[in-house]
């Protein structure tokens, strides 16, 4: 690596980051035809934030009819660009809302304590979207550019994917409850996207009360044919990822009150309302990542608002841009992995900092047998399928199920097996340090796993603040003990034999190493968040493709960033000791693909048998894998950028220290950012 080959990377990084953002803001805002800005606003129950698309023209003498958009449980206002873009370039002001306790959102205190009556599950979950969207809906009624009839009733649309489905529902039933009392409607239109009545009915809004207080209104539902966890038939089996046809069971056919129906077909209702359901052929978060879906949204509004549509442009629903905003925020993406990657290559070049730098390990003298060679590769194949065959048994942590038992056994075992080896080496005269190091491992590694199988992490709901994050850090530390078993029992059998040291781990133990990597880690990440709010506020977008994406933050999560470090620390410094030793043989690109490979391997073929089966027969591989198989979506980039990062800065450091600093902080931030965080 030349003198100048950081300042190079970091110009093509900065370039990257530019081009990308701009060309996003660009789509973002119709070609510079609406206006994006961040607001917030104080209601009842705290205060909401979200992004406002406002087009030209658009104002108190012009006002529009208005749609307030909004996202599931792990998202945040970002997630529903398409439909914002695609409805504002049309000319109407769209609202793109953060619920409650997600993205720049924050709720009061009281709101958490007046559902103390309520169960563990819903005290903690409803608070932040029962409200939500009403209570955006009654801001949006306020503005003056939203458009009201002559009789005060609001000409708004509210589209809301999954839980802001279910948010959304509830606001048409508070709006219909409302007008009893003023005499007119705020919402005209409701769309859902992924979401029935299964929560809105535990506070009393079924299919029949949602029918009841449908006060004629445009009402649809884009349900997917296999969505992971909605529009089950009253007699499906156990287990929800399997194909579904929502207008055939009780439910559909109550909401479009209809004995029988076909999707995509407008029905008019006894209350002079007009109903429709979508059902295209996707997944349940492909639903704010689609053509088809985004389509429908503009139809259904097109449809809606026919009588108010005075000004508004005539585009075809097909003709869309928002995924070349994607598309360019993916290339921002792009750049800002390699700004990651230049600064630390910079930093390292400073005074203080170039301590970080030990030098790679010298390989190992001793030659590895045609034995070794072959365990090897089975052991390679063997780490990289793991994650993906325990996937289920480690994201779940049930103690009682069959999966955890028997990791259970099979660590005990394997601790077992490594002490009776080390003491039969050290009675036959054998080196006892590698000996007695490769033990402590596998007996760590072994405790570790067996501390995982117990389900007891992260069972304390008022520390540990971000349920989902609980989850992938019971199958990060699984995956974190078992590549540090595997390492360690190849260590005690063959590498040890071999003249392998901690050193080809790239386990250096210099202090002045450590220290040094991380603080230049801090420093390193600390300029790429800079970069982000920086793009953020110029341009109003950041890095991302579909679910996985760098976001802005405010600082009531940091706390919450702070407890979950260590857990994905821990990962990343085993794992890139993995890498460190693995890849050795690895030349260029086979080296970054076999690092990718050993970090997310597993999880891709899991993720491929999961959806190919689904789509093939109608039913997963997994049908009881429906929240945990959508996270795993996104973790499969996270692991393959943070695999990148750390055999890029282990080449050029030696060691595994500022890779595994940086990745730790990277990824910690990046996955608390992207979901429900309670603070309360």
Not at 409 to 434: D, E, M, Q, R, S
Not at 459 to 480: E, H, M, Q, R
Not at 503 to 531: D, E, F, H, Q, R
Not at 545 to 571: C, E, M, Q, S, V
Request: net charge neutral; proline share 4%.
């Amino acid at each position: 690596m030349t003198k100048k080959f950081p300042l190079r990377l970091l110009i093509c990084a900065l370039v990257l980051v530019l081009c990308g953002s701009l060309l996003a803001n660009l789509f973002n805002t119709g070609l510079w035809s609406v206006k994006v800005s961040r607001i917030s606003f104080d209601t009842a129950n705290g205060t909401l934030s979200g992004l406002l698309y406002m087009p030209k023209g658009v104002d108190a003498s012009n006002p529009r009819p208005g749609v307030i958009v909004t996202h599931g449980y792990l998202n945040s206002a970002e997630m529903q660009d398409a439909n914002a873009v695609e409805l504002s370039r049309r000319g109407y002001p769209v609202l793109a809302l953060d619920m409650y306790d997600h993205g720049h959102s924050d709720i009061n205190d009281e709101v958490y304590e007046g559902f103390a009556a309520y169960g563990d599950f819903l005290k903690t979950w409803a608070p932040f979207w029962l409200n939500s969207m009403y209570d955006a809906v009654q801001y949006f009624y306020e503005q003056p550019y939203v458009l009201k009839d002559e009789a005060g009733n609001g000409i708004i649309g509210i589209t809301g994917h999954s839980m802001g489905g279910f948010s959304s529902t509830i606001a048409v039933a508070n709006d219909e409850r409302d007008f009893a009392t003023n005499g007119f409607r705020k919402i005209y239109a409701n769309l859902t996207e992924g979401s029935d009545f299964g929560y809105s009915g535990i506070f009393g809004v079924t299919a029949q009360a949602f029918d009841a207080a449908g006060g004629g209104r445009y009402l649809g539902k884009v349900a997917a044919q296999f969505d992971e966890f909605f529009f089950n038939a009253p007699d499906d089996p156990a287990g929800t990822v399997r194909q579904k046809n929502y207008v055939a069971t009780p439910d559909g056919l109550t909401f479009l009150q209809q004995e029988s129906a076909e999707p995509s077909t407008w029905y008019d209702t006894s209350d002079g309302g007009h109903r429709i359901i979508y059902q295209p052929h996707q997944t349940h978060p492909w639903n704010h990542f689609s053509k088809t879906t985004t389509a429908d949204a503009v139809s259904f509004y097109t449809t809606a608002f026919a009588a108010y549509n005075t000004g508004i442009k005539d585009v075809a629903p097909t003709s869309q841009i928002w995924f070349l905003k994607e598309l360019s925020e993916c290339v921002a993406l792009l750049g800002f992995v390699l700004f990651i990657l230049a600064i630390a290559l910079c930093v390292i070049q400073l005074p203080f900092f170039s301590l970080a730098k030990t030098g790679l390990a010298q390989a190992a003298k001793g030659s590895a047998s045609m034995l070794s060679k072959v365990c090897g590769i089975v052991i390679t194949v063997a780490a990289i399928l793991l994650p993906g065959i325990l996937f289920e048994t480690l994201y779940n942590g049930d103690p009682a199920a069959t999966g955890s038992k028997v990791v259970f056994w099979f660590a005990l075992g394997l601790i077992v097996c490594a002490v009776a080896y080390v003491a039969y080496t050290i009675a036959k005269g054998g080196a006892k340090k590698p000996a007695i190091a490769g033990a402590v491992a596998a007996v760590i590694a072994g405790a570790g796993l067996l501390l995982v199988t117990k389900g007891s992490l992260y069972a304390n709901s008022s520390f540990w603040t971000a349920p989902v994050v609980n989850d992938i850090g019971k199958w990060t530390l699984g995956c974190t003990f078992i590549a540090l078993m595997i390492m360690a029992l190849v260590y005690l059998f063959f590498k040890s034999h071999e003249g392998v040291g901690l050193a080809n781990y790239g386990v250096k133990l210099s202090p002045l190493a450590i220290i040094a990597s991380c603080v230049g880690a801090i420093v390193t990440v600390a300029c790429g968040y800079a970069l982000l709010f920086l793009v953020d506020l110029i341009f109003k977008t950041d890095f991302r493709i579909w679910t996985f994406a760098f976001k802005t933050f405010d600082g009531n999560i940091l706390p919450a960033i702070l407890r979950y470090l260590p857990t994905f620390l821990l990962f990343y410094l085993v794992s890139t000791a993995s890498i460190a030793i693995n890849t050795n043989g690895g030349k260029g690109i086979l080296g970054y693909i076999l690092a990718i490979l050993l970090n997310c391997g597993g999880i891709i073929l899991w993720l491929c048998r999961q959806y190919i089966t689904l789509f093939s027969t109608g039913v997963a591989a997994h049908p009881g894998a429906a929240l945990s198989g959508i996270v795993l979506v996104a973790m499969v980039p996270t692991l393959a950028i943070a695999a990148c990062i750390s055999r890029a800065l282990y080449k050029r450091t030696g060691n595994i220290w500022m890779p595994a600093f940086i990745n730790g902080l990277l990824m910690t931030i990046m996955t608390v950012a992207n979901t429900t965080v309670f603070y309360k």
